[in-house]
C-alpha cells in the first residue's frame, strides 16, 4: 500500500559523458584506484539505467494516478485507527494567508539549486578566502578545514571511502558545489549563521576547494561558474535501490524452529554507559570478554546452574534532593540568555571544561590565557606575560568587539551589540567566581 | 495468548515460583514476620499529601527521576549540535511524553512565540502566500499518531555491539499524536495549477533556526500524509520538538521532520542540501553511496530485559516487552527469540492498527533461570521480515551510519543482567 519512492527517476547522465568523466580524473591523478572504482560505478549506473527506463514507464503511470493520490490518502488513512475523519478536501480555497512580498521571499528563499539556480550575483577566490576562514571559521574547521578536535573536517579524505572508516569531507564526499555555498551562506558560522556576504561566501567556498587541491588560488569563482563545477565524488551516488536489492529477497516467510545448529557471542558491548542521577552518562570500556560465556543450541544454552539466581538489586536509586535554584536575580537569568551565544564554545559552572575556548569559571580576578591546558593564540600568551586581569571593565571591552581589543585572538566571535547584554554577561559570569 | 506458556514449560513454572517464593521477599510475609508496610500506620495514609494548588503543571513523581533522556557527551563537539535518547526501557505502551522524547538540534533548541511565526509558501505555485500561525489553527485538521525516528538511530552498531542499553542503541525514536493540517490542503491554498503534472516536482522545506536545516521530499509524499503540526499528545509541541509549528512525514527519517517549519518552496528539483548529501546518504562497502533513502524499514527491539532493564526477581512468571515499527504501514507480527534465533515464538501485539507509529509487543513467559539470547523480529504488512546484523552487513557493508534495522541481541545472564552482544 505504502508507494515506492522511486517515482523519481536517477538524474543520471549518459554513459559515454560518464566515462569521460573518469578519465578526466584519471589524468589528473587521482590514482587507478580511483579509476577502477569509477568504472566498476559506470557498470552499476549502466544496470541502473535499463531499469530506468522500466522505471520510467511505471513513472508515467503513476503521474496519471497522482490525480487519485488524494482520495487514496485518506482511504489510507481510513485504514489505521481512525482517530478523526480525514480532512475535507475544498474545490478552491479556504482563501487563507496573505500573498507573499518579492521582498519577503527575496529574503527567505536563498536555496541553491544543483545547476546553480538560486545563486546571488558576487565573486571570490582562495586568496581572499584564507583571511575570511581563518577569521570566521579556522576556531572550529582548522587553519586547513582540517578540524579541530571533534568539529567537521572539511578538507582531504581523498579515496578513503571504500576504507572501514572513509574520511567524509567536501572534497571527497560531497556531489555538488552548490551545497557548499548554500550550506555556508546559511548555516556557518556556527552561532553567527546568515551574517556572511555573498562574496566572503564565494571566497570562502573557493578555499575550501583550495584547501582540498581542487583549484588553485587565483580561481574566480563567480555565480555565473560555481554550478558547472564538477565535484570529485559528483557520480559516487545511487538512488536508494532497497526495493530491488533488498526487498525482494527480504519479504520470505521466516523460519521458526531449527533455524541455526548453534549460536556463539562472538562480540560484547564495546562500552558500558552508567546512567548517573543528576543526568547525561558516563561510559566506560568494558573490559570483560567473550570467553566463558554459554553457546546456545536447539538443546538449551551450555550451561550448568551453580546456584538459584539471586534477585540483584534495582539499577539506580533516584536522587531525593531536589536543587533549590536562586532565581532572586534577574539580572543573572538575563545573562545566562546571553550566553547561549557562548555556549558553543565555552562552558561555565561545575564540571566546566575546555572546549573551543576556554572554561569561563572564576573568570574575574583571573590572568588573561591562563587556563591549564588550553592551547591560547600568541596575543593571549603575551598578555599573560604582562599579567593581566579579567575584570568587569576589561571583558566589557573584549566582548563589544574582541577582535579589536585582542587583536589576532582565536575567538571567532562578532561581539556583543544590544544594549543590557554586556552587564548581563557580567553578572552571569560573576556568579561563577569564587 | 497462552501459546507461549508451552506444556514443556509447565514444569519450569513450577520449579520457577518455588525459586520466586523464596527470592521476593519484598511482597511476601516470609519467614511468618507480618509486613510493617500493611501492619502499622504509614505516614501517607494518616498525614494529608500536597493540594491541588501546588502544581499547576506536573512533571513525574521523584522517584522516576531516573527516566529523563540523556545524551552520550563524546558523541557530538557540541551539544548544541547534538543528540539525545528516549529513556525507552522504562516507558510502557506506545505513546511517548513529550517531555522525555529525544532531540536532535543542529543549532540548538530556539524560542520561537506563536506571534512571531510565519510560515512561506512560494516557488512553482500560483499564489506564493505567507501564513501565520492562527491561519493554520484555521484549516481543517487532522489527528494521527506516528513514530519518529533518527535516520542514526542504531546507527553505531554498523561497527558491532557498541553502548550498554537500549536506550542508546534504539533511543532516537519518539511516537505521538499530532493534530495538523495536511500540507496537501497547503499547497492547495498556493495553487499547484503551475506544477499540474507533479512529475520531478519537489518540495524543499527549512526551518527558522540557525541551521535552517532544509531537506527536499518528492510531491507524490507530500500530497499523501505529510501534515504540518501543531500540537502532540494534546497539547502544544515542546519547544526542543519545533514549537509552534514542525512538519510530521510519516514513515520517514527524522531528518526531514524539520522543525520551526517556516518555509515550503516548490522545485523542479531536489535542493541537494547538506542534509541530504554530506549527511544522511549511506556509504557503501565500495564506496558508492545511496542517496534518497527516506522510508525507515520495519525494525523492533526488546525494551525490557535489557541493560538498564535487569530481570530482579528471580526466575518464574515473566514479561518480556518490546516495540515494533515500520515506515512502510502497519506491523502485523513480531516474532521473540530466546536463544539467539535458533527458535522463534509469536509475541502479542499490544495493540494493532495505527499504520507507521510505534507498536507494543509483550511475550508473557517463564524464565528458568537460565541464560538467553533475546531478540525480536518484526514483520510489516509488506510481509518484510526485518534483517539480521549479518544480511544488513552482506547488503550495505558496515559504513553505512544510517538505516540500521538488524535484529538486537540482549545476552541475559543467570543473574539476570542484560548486555548488549553480537551473535554468530
Known amino acids: 500500500m505504502s508507494k515506492s519512492p522511486n517515482l523519481v527517476l536517477p538524474a543520471i547522465g549518459g554513459i559515454a559523458l560518464m566515462l569521460g568523466v573518469a578519465y578526466g580524473f584519471s589524468s589528473r591523478n587521482y590514482g587507478a584506484d580511483t579509476f577502477a572504482l569509477l568504472e566498476d560505478r559506470v557498470e552499476k549506473a549502466e544496470a541502473r539505467m535499463s531499469s530506468a527506463s522500466d522505471q520510467a514507464k511505471a513513472a508515467a503511470e503513476r503521474v496519471t494516478a497522482l490525480e487519485l493520490a488524494v482520495a487514496e490518502a485518506q482511504e489510507q488513512g481510513a485504514k489505521g485507527t481512525n482517530l478523526t475523519a480525514p480532512a475535507p478536501q475544498m474545490e478552491g480555497t479556504y482563501g487563507l494567508g496573505r500573498v507573499a512580498m518579492t521582498e519577503e521571499i527575496a529574503a527567505w528563499d536563498v536555496d541553491v539549486l544543483p545547476d546553480g539556480r538560486g545563486l546571488p550575483e558576487g565573486a571570490g577566490n582562495a586568496f581572499v578566502g584564507e583571511e575570511v576562514f581563518a577569521d570566521k571559521c579556522a576556531s572550529c574547521h582548522g587553519d586547513f578545514a582540517e578540524g579541530v578536535d571533534n568539529w567537521p573536517v572539511l578538507s582531504g579524505g581523498f579515496d578513503t571511502l571504500a576504507d572501514k572508516d572513509p574520511v567524509k569531507t567536501v572534497g571527497s564526499y560531497w556531489p555538488h558545489l552548490s551545497t557548499v555555498y548554500d550550506y555556508v551562506y546559511r548555516s556557518m558560522p556556527f552561532g553567527e549563521a546568515g551574517t556572511l556576504t555573498p562574496d566572503e561566501t564565494y571566497a570562502i567556498v573557493a578555499y575550501i576547494l583550495y584547501s582540498n587541491d581542487l583549484i588553485d588560488d587565483e580561481f574566480e569563482l563567480t555565480h555565473e561558474n560555481l554550478g558547472s563545477f564538477e565535484m570529485h565524488n559528483k557520480y559516487g551516488f545511487v538512488i536508494d535501490d532497497r526495493p530491488e536489492l533488498e526487498y525482494a529477497a527480504w519479504r520470505a516467510e521466516p523460519c521458526m524452529e531449527n533455524c541455526k545448529d548453534a549460536v556463539e557471542i562472538t562480540m560484547r558491548s564495546v562500552f558500558l554507559v552508567e546512567t548517573p542521577a543528576e543526568g547525561g552518562t558516563n561510559s566506560m570500556m568494558n573490559p570483560a570478554k567473550v570467553e566463558g560465556l554459554p553457546s546456545f543450541s536447539a538443546a538449551g544454552p551450555s550451561f550448568i546452574r551453580e546456584a538459584t539466581p539471586k534477585p540483584v538489586k534495582a539499577a539506580v536509586e533516584p536522587a531525593l534532593e531536589t536543587e533549590q535554584v536562586d532565581d532572586g536575580e534577574a539580572m543573572i537569568a538575563a545573562g545566562k540568555k546571553v550566553f547561549k551565544k557562548c555556549k558553543a564554545c565555552h562552558q561555565v559552572g561545575e564540571g566546566a571544561k575546555n572546549k573551543t575556548g576556554p572554561h569561563l569559571n572564576d573568570l574575574f580576578g583571573r590572568t588573561f590565557g591562563s587556563v591549564d591546558g588550553f592551547k591560547y593564540s600568541n596575543t593571549f600568551k603575551t598578555a599573560l606575560d604582562e599579567g593581566r586581569v579579567w575584570d568587569e571593565a576589561s571583558l566589557a571591552e573584549f566582548l563589544a568587539k574582541p577582535k579589536a581589543y585582542m587583536k589576532g585572538t582565536k575567538m571567532s566571535f562578532s561581539g556583543l551589540k544590544k544594549g543590557g547584554d554586556i552587564e548581563a554577561i557580567n553578572a552571569y559570569l560573576a556568579a561563577f567566581g569564587n | ?424
Open chain 2, 1 to 424: 495468548m497462552d501459546e507461549s506458556v508451552k506444556p514443556t514449560s509447565r514444569r519450569a513454572f513450577l520449579k520457577g515460583t518455588a525459586a520466586a517464593a523464596v527470592g521476593s521477599v519484598a511482597g511476601a510475609a516470609a519467614a511468618g514476620t507480618p509486613d510493617p508496610l500493611i501492619t502499622e500506620l504509614q505516614d501517607w495514609a494518616s498525614i494529608t499529601g500536597a493540594g491541588v494548588d501546588e502544581t499547576p503543571y506536573g512533571l513525574p513523581i521523584r522517584f522516576e527521576a531516573d527516566v529523563i533522556r540523556r545524551n552520550v557527551e563524546w558523541l557530538t563537539a557540541s551539544p548544541i549540535s547534538s543528540i539525545n535518547f528516549t529513556p525507552i526501557h522504562a516507558l510502557d505502551g506506545t505513546i511517548t511524553p513529550q517531555g522525555c522524547a529525544f532531540e536532535r538540534h543542529h543549532s540548538g533548541a530556539i524560542e520561537l512565540t506563536k506571534g512571531d511565526y510565519r510560515l512561506m509558501i512560494n516557488g512553482l505555485v500560483d499564489r506564493p502566500l505567507v501564513f501565520t500561525y492562527e491561519d493554520l489553527e484555521r484549516l481543517p485538521r487532522e489527528n494521527h499518531v506516528y513514530f519518529c525516528e533518527c535516520a542514526a538511530n542504531t546507527g553505531m552498531e554498523w561497527a558491532g555491539a557498541q553502548l550498554n542499553g537500549v536506550q542508546f542503541t534504539h533511543g532516537m525514536i519518539h511516537n505521538m499524536e499530532y493534530t495538523g493540517v495536511p500540507l496537501r490542503t497547503l499547497l492547495n491554498e498556493a495553487g499547484l495549477g503551475a506544477t499540474r503534472d507533479f512529475e520531478d516536482k519537489w518540495v524543499y522545506v527549512e526551518g527558522a533556526d540557525a541551521s535552517s536545516n532544509g531537506r527536499s521530499i518528492p510531491m507524490e509524499k507530500a500530497l499523501d500524509d505529510v501534515l504540518v503540526a501543531f500540537k502532540a499528545n494534546g497539547e502544544a509541541l515542546r519547544m526542543e520538538h519545533g514549537y509552534p509549528v514542525r512538519l510530521v512525514v510519516p514513515g520517514w527519517e527524522g531528518n526531514m521532520w524539520v522543525k520551526w517549519l517556516r518555509r515550503i518552496e516548490v522545485t523542479d528539483a531536489a535542493v541537494e542540501s547538506r542534509e541530504e548529501t554530506s549527511k544522511y546518504t549511506d556509504v557503501y562497502a565500495d564506496g558508492t553511496a545511496r542517496k534518497w533513502t527516506w522510508v525507515m524499514d520495519a525494525k523492533s527491539v526488546i525494551t525490557s530485559p535489557s541493560p538498564q532493564m535487569p530481570i530482579t526477581h528471580g526466575n518464574g512468571p515473566m514479561v518480556i516487552s518490546g516495540l515494533a515499527w515500520s515506515g512502510h504501514g502497519q506491523i502485523t507480527r513480531v516474532d521473540v527469540s530466546k536463544d539467539g534465533g535458533i527458535t522463534w515464538e509469536t509475541a502479542r501485539l499490544g495493540k494493532q492498527g495505527d499504520t507507521k507509529a510505534l507498536a507494543r509487543f509483550y511475550l508473557d513467559t517463564v524464565w528458568d533461570g537460565a541464560p538467553m539470547l533475546l531478540q525480536s523480529r518484526a514483520m510489516d504488512e509488506t510481509g518484510y521480515v526485518q534483517p539480521t546484523k549479518d544480511q544488513l552487513r552482506e547488503q550495505r557493508g558496515e559504513n553505512s551510519v544510517y538505516h540500521n534495522n538488524c535484529i538486537q541481541t540482549w545476552y541475559v545472564n543467570a543473574e539476570g543482567i542484560a548486555e548488549n552482544v553480537e551473535v554468530s
